[in-house]
């Protein structure tokens, strides 16, 4: 046996207590009974609920440790007529949508008796669309977690350790980690057709990271491009900086029978969003991945990322990929996200003319201000795209027009 490499705390809570995420939806959200222990991997939940409330709950263990099925076993384990649970290590939404996919392979090959998943923590949504995975958000009681027969922690996965630096297929790393097939009867990889004749077109142009974030005038030539075709609907998150932004930007610029969604209630609301969908136009971000699990039909934009190892086995999404070449980097470069450099510098290898060696951290804390002066300034390959936006708008018309005529 092995322990969690993912960090978990564990604390006590003196009366029964509530608690869930703003951006989950209702189902997501946990009670806790006074007087037992807990485990929990939320930062925000220990800033949020634990410390501010020192008469209702007292931290045990700030690096708490529980027994898990060792790496090496994981492929051989026993699981079949047994409760497995997996600790999650990560909330990006696209690592989450790869861990949905694979379970359902894992569902299939084994047949364990009940399967569960916790501290998903703003993914738990992600988890919820399958009612056979028993989810725990937040937090696992310690009564709760000597309930399953085999705990797994998905942190001990190697190929997430560079994640920041150069994608993986997450999907084909935890088949292959557990020696199995994609599940193809549940999830197939080949899009679904549009039969709507004007379709209902989206565009989610926002990612984490403003590396990955569509440029203002790529979503603006797009809606233009493309309303004549289909209803086209903007999808905004209110909730971060640079969607405040965005909305700034578009405000006046848009045809009129363009709709803005500057916020949805949930990532619930979102993959819904995503679902109903008959053609999206995506950004490198969580909706691209979950446009996997509904089969939507689209295209994606790439910057900084290799499309072919985000999008893995599947093919219902073209990809579009910035043909960027320049003295410091090229696309794709394979950063996920911003870099800090030695002297407290924040962006990328072509924002700061250097090399990945100059750049070995990330930014810790909110650099909100940074993302938006980004947006207004883009990095290299992100500015390329805003400067030629016609070339991606008219690769996404006639891949439209192909789905159409059911080419």
Request: aromatic share 8%; proline share 7%; glycine share 8%.
């Amino acid at each position: 046996m092995a322990v969690n490499r993912t960090p978990l705390l564990e604390f006590t809570a003196r009366d029964h207590f509530r608690f869930n995420l703003h951006n989950c939806s209702p189902r997501a959200e946990q009670t806790g009974r006074g007087g037992g222990h807990f485990y929990t991997s939320s930062q925000l939940f220990l800033t949020r609920a634990i410390l501010p409330n020192p008469g209702q709950f007292r931290v045990v263990r700030e690096q708490a440790e529980i027994k898990c099925l060792d790496r090496k076993d994981w492929a051989t384990g026993r699981y079949r007529g047994r409760r497995v649970l997996f600790l999650l290590p990560s909330q990006a939404l696209g690592s989450n949508v790869a861990t949905l996919l694979f379970l359902k392979s894992f569902q299939r090959r084994h047949k364990p008796r009940a399967m569960g998943v916790f501290c998903a923590r703003s993914a738990a949504d992600i988890y919820l669309i399958d009612r056979k995975i028993k989810v725990y958000s937040l937090w696992i009681g310690r009564k709760d977690l000597k309930s399953w027969d085999v705990v797994i922690d998905l942190g001990h996965l190697e190929s997430r350790r560079n994640v920041d630096i150069w994608p993986v297929d997450m999907e084909a790393e935890l088949l292959s980690a557990f020696s199995l097939p994609p599940c193809e009867e549940d999830y197939p990889s080949a899009p679904r057709q549009i039969v709507n004749p004007r379709p209902a077109i989206g565009i989610f142009p926002l990612a984490t990271s403003p590396l990955r974030t569509l440029p203002f005038a790529v979503t603006i030539a797009l809606a233009r491009g493309l309303c004549e075709t289909g209803a086209v609907t903007v999808y905004l998150n209110r909730d971060q900086g640079q969607g405040k932004a965005y909305l700034a930007a578009l405000k006046g610029k848009l045809p009129e029978n363009i709709t803005i969604i500057e916020g949805l209630p949930s990532i619930g609301a979102l993959m819904e969003a995503v679902r109903d969908t008959d053609y999206g136009v995506f950004a490198d971000s969580g909706p691209a991945h979950m446009s996997k699990l509904f089969a939507t039909p689209g295209t994606a934009i790439y910057t900084s990322a290799p499309g072919d190892i985000l999008q893995g086995r599947f093919t219902n999404l073209q990809r579009w990929a910035v043909p960027y070449k320049g003295d410091h980097c090229a696309a794709p470069c394979g950063l996920a996200k911003l870099r800090l450099s030695r002297d407290g510098r924040i962006g990328c290898m072509g924002s700061l003319k250097c090399s990945l060696q100059d750049l070995p951290g990330l930014p810790s804390g909110p650099h909100g201000d940074i993302a938006r002066q980004l947006l207004e300034k883009p990095v290299p390959c992100v500015r390329l795209l805003s400067d030629k936006p016609e070339e991606a708008v008219a690769f996404i018309r006639d891949d439209l027009q192909a789905r159409l005529q059911g080419r």
